[in-house]
């Protein structure tokens, strides 16, 4: 089945505890970004990545860390979280960049006390 | 600044009749515009798009109307069933081709 898979489902991390939540698609696709959803706020752009060894910044990148060494991982890397951090994630990708509807993952809730 | 705009945060209507979701643009150089439906504890799934060189795209129950002039698109749902009960996003693609830019949303619940 086609899909992309982010790990973990649910996290609560205190401040300043470095954390990765993972993201793998099994379609080949080149792109993969990750969004977080906050109330109010709708889906804002955290990081992109438009192939392997190729990230680049989204509307809100700070505080965030991302890799791309191989085409079907994108890690969300948290090097100190804090409470404003606390959001719901999803990570996404798709053959292009935007020209086809992004398979987006089943969202990650992080809470950060 | 939001450059895309939902402005209904909610909108109900009964089993049957027609569902019409609201979305306006401030970007006039945004040329590709998406649907995506939310269900609680899952991702946001791609429901149907438009390309601004048409007005008008269907898919079963589900039409994407696009007025570029007034920058305005419009998702109509008819006939409209429980199971559409979700939170609609409308989205643009952004001149780059580097992300979809998405509006705050619209939570849609149909009575049975």
């Known amino acids: 089945e086609a899909q992309v898979t982010q790990n973990p489902r649910y996290l609560i991390t205190v401040t300043g505890k470095k954390l990765t939540v993972t993201c793998s698609q099994n379609m080949n696709h080149e792109y993969m970004s990750w969004y977080r959803q906050d109330p109010g706020l709708g889906l804002r752009q955290i990081y992109y990545?438009?192939?392997?060894?190729?990230?680049d910044k989204g509307d809100v990148p700070e505080g965030y860390k991302v890799s791309r060494k191989e085409k079907r991982n994108f890690p969300l890397i948290l090097e100190s979280p804090s409470p404003n951090q606390t959001s719901l994630y999803f990570c996404a990708s798709s053959y292009t960049g935007g020209s086809y509807g992004y398979t987006f993952g089943s969202g990650t809730r992080l809470t950060v006390v | 600044d939001q450059q895309v705009k939902q402005n209904s945060p909610s909108l109900s209507v009964q089993e049957g009749r027609i569902s019409i979701l609201n979305c306006d643009y401030t970007n006039s150089m945004f040329d590709y515009f998406l649907w995506y439906k939310k269900y609680p504890a899952e991702g946001p799934t791609f429901l149907i798009s438009?390309?601004?060189?048409?007005d008008k795209n269907e898919d079963g129950r589900f039409t994407v109307f696009l007025n570029k002039s007034a920058k305005h698109l419009s998702l109509h749902i008819v006939p409209s069933q429980p199971g559409d009960s979700a939170v609609y996003f409308c989205a643009a693609k952004n001149q780059a081709g580097t992300a979809l830019i998405f509006g705050k949303g619209t939570t849609l619940s149909v009575s049975s």
């Open positions: 990545s438009m192939n392997v060894e190729v990230t």
């Open positions: 438009i390309s601004s060189i048409k």
